[in-house]
């Protein structure tokens, strides 16, 4: 299929998938917030993207931001936005959906890329791997021509490698070549398409200069260019055995960051892989629920009383909660991941991180299935409250989505010395023992249970920003226990 044919396919799908889904949610659009919009909105996002390629995925964005503007938040019908709140979840949606539409559209080109780069690079990397230590590239052109310049008494020395269409100086030592000089190297007025293997002497105003091709393996890489030195016939062969060794050292250095880059572009695709896969997953099933909900809503052949319609709604708004929960760790890995963690710690009481982190669970976990044992009286911690708030959250939603129905999930809390020890305990199928320190990588999922790495992962990332640690152990009598320490806020003693 042409590329003008898969992206009007895309475009079909983008548009048609945003109006079939907003007809869905369009008679329930006073019991929707922004955020369950926006979620359900993510579908036409990736089914254009997967039809037709980054443009349709940015044109369902588009279609998606003016239909959730328009159609569910007030005022209806108007570009205007009542608040900052919707504002920001309006721009949240369509910076995280272009991001994604991106990754999706490049993960395959990314992938191909990488595996040409691999063979490509591993093939040449062996054929010049001793012949010289590791050098960056800036360093290994500038060391050529310093040594040649001395080991041949030269006015000037140059290393030229094609750049674009032209041959442009890449290292110089010496004094700088003149544009006489730069002309004779290149004949066609510096407008050359290619490096071309020519060896001899030119003659130049002033003197004569040696040209020498730097080839490995039959193929040009650059010049090296000898001016203004008493160069005999040994001193000639002399520099041609030089400027050999010089171009499988060049070749290798270049083979180098080649690696480097393939080595960069793997880790990309693998991230990117991870993470759709980890989204697929996680999605899945909150989206099926949803829909099944509303498909039972919307059926006219069933007659619904008001509490199985109540029961649906809260099943809508949980599964909701859930996706929101999802988006919101993925923001969170991706700050991790970016270095742009920064902790704003503050006395707090745990009992009020525990309370913050149930409510981010929203009707999901039952607050009378949690209970807290704090041994004696808790100092106050000197923490970020958003980010341990979401480490508990984190953990009592891993702790809920596999301890048996029935079972009390608890919150246990001990000081020990400058640090509050917290753990939190579920009668789950708990952790095999050789998988409690891979359990925290990202995107693992794991025979014993099938925890999922991705809030685990945050959590360790969140209490190791305040300098602690977290691990996962068995609970007393089966189960998960996960436990990790709190620095103890330092509070001067006239106020103590």
């Not at 936005?81 to 272009?98: F, S």
């Not at 590791?134 to 060391?143: F, K």
């Not at 790495?453 to 959590?459: D, F, M, S």
Request: proline share 5%.
């Amino acid at each position: 299929m042409s590329s003008f044919g898969r992206g009007l396919r895309g475009s079909v799908v983008a548009l048609g998938t945003v109006g079939a889904l907003c007809a869905l949610m369009l008679p329930f659009r006073s019991h929707l917030s922004v955020a369950t919009t926006a979620l359900v909105l993510v579908v036409p996002v990736v089914l254009a993207v997967a039809a037709g390629g980054f443009r349709a995925g940015a044109l369902a964005v588009a279609a998606g931001f003016l239909a959730d503007d328009l159609l569910f938040i007030p005022p209806y019908g108007r570009l205007s936005v009542g608040n900052a709140q919707n504002w920001t979840a309006l721009a949240v949606y369509v910076v995280v959906m272009l991001v994604a539409a991106r990754v999706v559209a490049r993960v395959d080109a990314a992938r191909a890329e990488a595996r040409r780069r691999e063979v490509q690079t591993r093939h040449l990397f062996d054929l010049s791997d001793v012949l010289i230590g590791v050098t960056p590239l800036a360093d290994l052109l500038g060391r050529i021509v310093f040594t040649m310049q001395r080991a041949f008494s030269l006015r000037s020395a140059a290393l030229l490698l094609p750049t674009g269409d032209e041959v442009r100086v890449a290292a110089e030592a010496g004094t700088p070549l003149s544009p006489d000089e730069l002309r004779a190297v290149s004949p066609s007025g510096g407008e050359r398409r290619s490096v071309v293997p020519m060896s001899g002497r030119r003659a130049v105003p002033g003197g004569e200069m040696m040209v020498v091709p730097l080839v490995s393996s039959g193929r040009p890489l650059g010049l090296l260019v000898a001016a203004g030195g008493p160069l005999d016939v040994h001193d000639q062969e002399l520099l041609r055995t030089y400027a050999n060794q010089a171009a499988l050292a060049l070749e290798r250095s270049q083979l180098r960051e080649q690696a480097l880059r393939t080595a960069l572009l793997e880790e990309v695709d693998r991230w990117r892989g991870a993470l759709m896969g980890a989204v697929s997953h996680d999605l899945r099933t909150p989206l099926a629920a949803v829909k099944a909900a509303v498909s039972d809503l919307r059926r006219h052949d069933v007659a619904l009383s008001p509490d199985d319609v109540d029961e649906l709604l809260e099943l809508i708004e949980v599964q909701s909660d859930r996706l929101a929960r999802l988006v919101a760790n993925l923001l969170d890995m991706t700050r991790i991941q970016a270095g742009a963690l920064e902790l704003h710690p503050e006395p707090t009481a745990l009992s009020e991180l525990v309370e913050e982190g149930l409510g981010a669970l929203g009707a999901e976990l039952e607050r009378g299935r949690v209970k807290t044992n704090f041994v004696g009286d808790l100092p106050l911690l000197d923490v970020d409250h958003l980010l341990v708030a979401q480490v508990l959250a984190n953990l009592l939603e891993n702790a809920h989505r596999h301890a048996p129905e029935g079972t009390v999930i608890e919150v246990q809390a001990r000081r020990a010395g400058q640090v509050v020890e917290v753990a939190v305990e579920d009668h789950g199928p708990g952790v095999p023992e050789e998988e409690r320190e891979r359990v925290f990588q990202m995107f693992n999922r794991i025979s014993g249970g099938g925890r999922a790495g991705l809030g685990l992962t945050i959590a360790k990332a969140f209490v190791e920003a305040h300098g602690q640690e977290i691990h996962a152990e068995e609970a007393p009598g089966g189960g998960a226990r996960f436990v990790f320490t709190l620095p103890v806020a330092q509070v001067p003693t006239e106020i103590a």
